[in-house]
């Protein structure tokens, strides 16, 4: 499913003295299955972004098509948007509240008033996508499983709905190296395997530069830099400016290379780093 | 220097849900200096966080003791001591402020101890200035960001005049912004105040200025030393599920490819000198 943003606008609070100008003129263009990684410092406005992208919040100002469809229209079906459109908010799982971790996931599609064999397909089928196994978990309480474990009966609980584009506010947040590497693996899988269109925001651009196609770098309510990863963390200056980083290892060369070395500065990965320092070092 | 905390075979064991005994803690042994900054990581569910709330006597020891400046924390009567001399910082600044403006918020404390308004005045100046959040003291703590809002939280046990302060992860939700100021906030106040720091984090690049790193897991305390000893342990530290900085991973995997570099670099400037001198 593709995504277009026309001046994207959204004002908060308008006409009080609290008035907020959270997303300003904003264009934007996501394409099918790329998967995109949203940037920027707390209250950048990265949340209220991906909140319009499912009509939770309806724009000021401008468009937002999905398929050509212009969701804010007034008789667009939002329910139906909604299925298309999964949203994970940040810490998903204080959201969780059925007996059982099978009821929970299977709440979204129940709503949908699907069969119960249709429902048990797809609960079964997103327990499994997000590592958890059907077994084991189904019949417990979610308020029994560990903080990783809940954040993906949560994920499950998005997906079981079919999602076309997947957002995703934070996933990793609080949880451990181990727990994020999962959850990551299993979103990279989603796109890989089922070309679903998914945008992740994180705070870690180490994450970032590993996974996605594209970022898109929001600074007071704008569209700030967008590119691949690559092109994008070689604007160090820029990105410190608005209180975000670049990855460590990019850091690195970029030292290196500003004390004339001849080393590539746009590099991103521990490997891609190391290749390129065994290269330099054997030119010598 | 004297111990500001001693903690000496900790057991701590609770029923779970199923009323099946847990042990989240087996047996721990831990000394901390006074000025000491001290970092502990581990994955979730090691113990971390259940040590940490042991040393202002959130927990009581199922078995061993816990001394806070020498006061025994199973002991009722050293309660509000104890809470006064090691002040807790936890995760999510949402739930940890009370007042509806940041100075209100930073007296609570004090008030609660019974200080006279002026010294409370006194303190919250004070308070505010060692978090560099001065400006903001008559703002609603609902319009700061998140990493002012954890600067708030830590002001308000400043002005409890601690000796010691337990931070439970308290970068996890903030932007790297954020995080750059809380660990600069207390990173200071360790080095010009004093203040003993015990700094819980999953992220290990906050861990390489420590005086100490623990290393947790599954109740027990698995690893121990400077970050330079403890970060070169790369692949115990893998298997445990952990990270180390992307540098010394870096220097790791260099080494293996047989490059002379040390095995014990931390930062990016350390592998600049060190990749130069290979030249």
């Not at chain 1, 089922?194 to 704008?222: N, P």
């Not at chain 2, 701590?12 to 990581?41: C, D």
């Not at chain 2, 954890?150 to 400043?158: D, F, K, L, N, S």
């Not at chain 2, 995080?179 to 360790?190: F, G, K, W």
Request: proline fraction near 4%.
């Amino acid at each position: 499913m593709s995504i277009v943003i026309e001046d994207l606008t959204h004002v908060y609070n308008p006409g009080s003295p609290f008035e907020t100008v959270a997303l300003d003129h904003i264009n934007l263009e996501i394409g099918t299955g790329e998967f995109i990684g949203l940037i920027g410092h707390t209250g950048s406005g990265k949340s209220t972004l991906i909140q319009h992208f499912n009509g939770l919040l309806k724009p000021t100002s401008g468009k937002i098509l999905m398929n050509g469809l212009d969701i804010t229209g007034k008789d667009v079906k939002l329910r139906e948007v909604r299925q298309k459109v999964g949203l994970v908010f940040q810490y998903p799982e204080h959201q969780l509240f059925e007996e059982t971790v099978y009821k929970d996931v299977a709440f979204g599609p129940m709503n949908l008033g699907l069969s119960e064999e249709e429902i048990h397909r797809r609960v079964t089928e997103a327990m499994e996508l997000v590592g958890l196994s059907f077994a084991d978990v189904k019949d417990r309480s979610p308020f029994e499983l560990s903080g990783g474990q809940r954040r993906r009966v949560a994920i499950a609980g998005v997906l079981a709905m079919k999602p076309e584009v997947l957002i995703l506010d934070e996933p990793t947040a609080g949880l451990d190296p181990r727990g994020r590497d999962e959850i990551l693996d299993q979103i990279k899988n989603l796109h890989k395997k089922y070309q679903m269109t998914i945008i992740l925001v994180s705070h870690s651009m180490e994450d970032i530069a590993r996974l996605v196609d594209r970022i898109i770098v929001m600074h007071q309510g704008k569209a700030a830099l967008t590119g691949a990863p690559r092109e994008v963390f070689k604007h160090v200056e820029l990105l410190e400016s608005i209180g975000l980083a670049v990855p460590q290892i990019t850091y690195l060369m970029r030292k290196l290379k500003n004390l004339g070395q001849p080393v590539r500065e746009d590099l991103l990965t521990i490997e891609e780093a190391k290749q390129e320092i065994l290269n330099w070092l054997r030119r010598k | 220097m004297e111990n500001i905390i001693e903690i000496k075979d900790l057991v701590y064991v609770y029923k779970s849900e199923e009323n099946e005994k847990v042990t989240a803690l087996k047996k721990i042994s831990l000394s901390i200096r006074q000025g000491e900054f001290v970092v502990v990581i581990g994955h979730n569910g090691s113990g971390k966080s259940t040590m940490a709330k042991h040393i202002n006597a959130l927990l009581l020891p199922s078995g061993g003791k816990v001394y806070v400046s020498g006061l025994d924390t199973a002991d009722e009567k050293n309660v509000w001591d104890i809470r006064q001399t090691a002040g807790m910082v936890f995760q999510n600044p949402d739930n940890q402020i009370v007042a509806t403006v940041v100075e209100e918020d930073i007296a609570f404390g004090p008030e609660n101890l019974g200080i006279p308004p002026k010294e409370i005045r006194i303190r919250v100046d004070e308070a505010l200035r060692s978090v560099g959040m001065t400006e903001h003291r008559k703002k609603g703590p609902h319009l700061l960001s998140g990493g002012q809002k954890q600067r708030i939280a830590i002001a308000g046990i400043i002005a409890m005049r601690p000796k010691c302060i337990i931070l439970d992860e308290p970068t996890a939700m903030l932007d790297p912004s954020g995080r750059r100021e809380v660990m600069d906030t207390i990173q200071r106040l360790n080095r010009e105040e004093g203040i003993t720091i015990v700094h819980i984090t999953h992220f290990m690049d906050e861990a390489v200025n420590a005086d100490r790193v623990i290393v947790m897991e599954n109740g027990n305390i698995v690893l121990e030393g400077k970050p330079r000893e403890v970060f070169t342990q790369v692949d115990t530290l893998k298997k445990l599920g952990l990270d180390v900085p992307q540098v010394t991973e870096l220097a790791h995997q260099l080494i293996k490819s047989g490059l002379n570099v040390p095995g014990d670099i931390l930062t990016v400037d350390e592998m600049v000198i060190h990749l130069c001198q290979l030249l």
